[in-house]
């Protein structure tokens, strides 16, 4: 009875329903509960990656069992270097996309980025650096160019992009004199797709890569728990660190083996420059979009323009930035492409570029609509065409049907995209 008379002790106004009373924060959800919120998600039309995902697994398997010389180190790191320019540009097109807006452009002016870089570094003898800035900047004032016309003049980017595309096949036969192929001889930028790391460097790169991967998750968890929002589970955080283990040091170890067919000619292992100059990108870019105020604003100008300006955003900003980041990272693909050719001709840039990297960011999840997508939707979806490109080269099939398999892989991710966009709607 007096127990039942006692006053009860208050409840901290700063501990959350729900959480643990020893600690005073929520525990974190079990795996199970996880699971079945994930998969409540998909239901939901909340893909994400999945499809890009599973796509990538069964087309190494079908490859490999076809021809098994597409497993091997030697193929996996062409893989890796034909890839990189354009899973660049297409780096560059998710923040155009996640606007809802378009550039068909990015192809020529990576063309025209890499022209700049070759003629000051060929012709004029800058350094390499002075080069590569110039190249920068030519981006960064073509994507401002776009930007201005479609944000704030009104002309859709469709349009603008387009008169962009035809100008800058030109601008590009202006600067090469109709059909000059300049050399590039540069050695520095020569190594960005052509050498490769030592292999010690190469496991100091996954070491550290593992270290601030765990790092990020732990934080992550720590945040949700600071908010009174369930924490990530040990168990996952270690599954996750663990996959990333597997995977990165099953890549480096292959790329590390002995590729050369004749070591008397010289030695050929360790992993590509390029593929660390890929993972910078994509972590400035995913940082970018997920860890700063500008990433919020554009999806949310992505979601609904007119709601993002009652907000306050400055939309035309917003809008005009995102051309801008997307031209610059155009420019990237130019010099990754002008390294991995030695040279530059009128066709950098053109033919299959804008296509391929337009498709690497659909393919890997990023939504034509707008408000959705991640920069790492442009590496999956950019492995994903090279696997296709890759392998069906490997049984002999012609460009003809290569083009034909990846457009329509391409117009399945978008039907894709569209169906989950109208099933989450009807939620």
């Known amino acids: 009875m007096t127990a039942a008379l006692a006053p009860q002790k208050p409840e901290r106004p700063d501990r959350p329903a729900g959480s643990d009373p020893a600690e005073g924060r929520p525990p974190a959800a079990g795996l199970a509960a996880l699971g079945r919120g994930y998969l409540d998600q998909v239901r939901a039309g909340e893909l994400g990656a999945l499809p890009a995902v599973a796509g990538l697994v069964v087309l190494c398997v079908f490859f490999a069992v076809l021809r098994p010389v597409f497993l091997s180190n030697l193929n996996f790191a062409n893989l890796l270097t034909q890839s990189a320019g354009s899973i660049a540009i297409a780096m560059g097109l998710v923040f155009v996309l996640l606007l809802g807006e378009i550039d068909l452009s990015a192809g020529y002016a990576s063309g025209v980025c890499a022209a700049v870089l070759a003629i000051l570094l060929t012709n004029h003898g ?31 980017s469709f349009v603008v992009t387009l008169a962009a595309f035809l100008g800058f096949q030109g601008v590009v036969l202006m600067l090469l004199k109709e059909g000059t192929n300049v050399s590039v001889k540069d050695p520095t930028i020569l190594a960005i797709a052509n ?53 990165g040091g099953l890549a480096v170890y292959l790329l590390n083996q002995e590729r050369s067919r004749n070591v008397l000619v010289g030695s050929l292992k360790g992993v590509p420059i390029v ?110 065409v090279a696997v296709i490109q890759n392998g069906m080269g490997l049984m002999g099939y012609t460009s003809g049907v290569k083009y034909a398999v990846t457009g329509s892989v391409l117009l399945v991710a978008a039907g894709v995209d569209a169906m989950s966009r109208r099933r989450s709607a009807l939620r």
Request: glycine content about 16%; overall charge positive.
């Open 126 to 156: 800058w350094p390499w650096y002075a080069a590569v800035t110039a190249s920068m900047l030519t981006g960064a004032a073509i994507g401002l160019l776009i930007g201005t016309l479609v944000a704030k003049v009104g002309i859709p």
């Open 195 to 247: 050498d490769n790391l030592s292999p010690v460097i190469g496991w100091v790169l996954l070491a550290g890569c593992v270290a601030a991967y765990a790092a990020v998750q732990v934080r992550r968890s720590r945040d949700r728990r600071g908010r009174g929002l369930a924490g990530t589970p040990v168990t996952l955080l270690a599954i996750r660190t663990g996959a990333v283990v597997v995977l």
């Open 275 to 384: 593929v660390p100059v890929i993972g910078v990108l994509l972590l400035i870019g995913t940082l970018t979009l997920q860890r700063t105020g500008f990433g919020l604003h554009v999806y949310a100008v992505g979601g609904s323009p007119e709601a993002a300006r009652r907000a306050g955003i400055n939309v035309a900003f917003i809008r005009t930035a995102a051309f801008v980041i997307c031209s610059c990272l155009a420019a990237v693909g130019g010099i990754i492409a002008a390294s991995r050719g030695n040279s530059v001709d009128p066709n950098t840039g053109g033919s299959n570029v804008l296509l391929l990297a337009v498709g690497s960011a659909v393919i890997g999840g990023t939504s034509l609509f707008g408000g959705r997508g991640r920069v790492v939707d442009a590496v999956l979806g950019g492995l994903v």
